[in-house]
């Protein structure tokens, strides 16, 4: 049912138009420059063996890349209102003991996810990201 809805989505197959083309050509651009994670919720990552909340991390940190609020220095000009935001924020999407620090790097999620994201390379990223704001320090 499902391989039908999906072949009738793209049935008759028309080609896009230049505009259309140029348009989603300018939207890719735009979206490169952003150094957000290509996570599109579907879950299929989850359940964790260990709990993460992995899309609820992910979620979090590219919300914040597109609002402005990663800050790589603490001589960034928004730096502490960047790392208020994201530290609150990250307090209230992710619920303590399934955030991105109990990742135990077992790759399980890695057979799931069809945007073939390195999860647990991303989780560690984020929480050395998250222990730098913590303790205040350089990126």
């Known amino acids: 049912e499902h391989l039908q809805d999906n072949i009738h989505t793209y049935a008759p197959l ?44 992910l979620l979090h940190y590219n919300k914040c890349v597109n609002e402005g609020n990663l800050s790589n220095s603490s001589r960034d000009e928004n730096y502490v209102k ?36 390195n999860i647990p390379q991303e989780l560690q990223r984020i929480d050395r990201y998250i222990e730098n704001l913590k303790q205040r320090k350089e990126f």
Not at 29 to 50: E, G, S, V
């Open 14 to 57: 028309v080609e896009l138009t230049t505009e259309e083309k140029e348009f989603l050509f300018e939207t890719a651009r735009l979206m490169a420059q952003y150094p957000t994670i290509p996570c599109n919720d579907c879950k299929y990552c989850m359940p964790c063996p260990y709990g993460v909340d992995i899309p609820g991390v």
């Open 82 to 117: 960047a790392r208020r935001a994201f530290l609150v924020g990250y307090d209230r999407a992710v619920e303590k003991g399934r955030g991105a620090a109990h990742c135990t790097g077992c790759k399980e999620c890695n057979h799931h996810c069809p945007q073939r994201i």
